[in-house]
């Protein structure tokens, strides 16, 4: 196994993960109910999100949360979403940058939980 180190790295993580997402009987249905037949977009999306986040190539120019924020969602989904990415990402890299790839899920998802309990009036 390797590190996280080039596009193709990051494809492979997005298109696992994804997978895994869409199969995911709590976090698939919202998944679907959103991106219904249109994956590929919200893939290409992922991918140069990906790359910018930890590969430092400026390729994803966009604001994340917006999409995220009305969705009927909560801690339960996140968690999953984050078990997920970590068993992916387990599976296919180790070392630095895949560490950071889970810490930075990791920062996202306690970000958005906060953003959207904020929206919700919850805090």
Known sequence: MHDIETLADIKILVDA??????NNPLIGPVFHGVLKQHWQPHMEKMYQFWQTVLLE??????????????????????DQWLALFKETLK??????????????????A???MSKIAYRRGDI
Do not use: C
């Open 17 to 22: 993960f994804y997978n895994k997402v869409g």
């Open 91 to 108: 599976e296919h890299f180790q070392g630095p940058k895949a560490d950071e790839a889970y810490w930075r899920a990791e920062k996202m």
């Open 57 to 78: 190539e400026y390729t994803y120019n966009g604001r994340p949360f917006p999409p995220h924020a009305e969705l009927p969602i909560s801690k339960d989904h996140f």
């Open 110 to 112: 306690i970000m958005f």
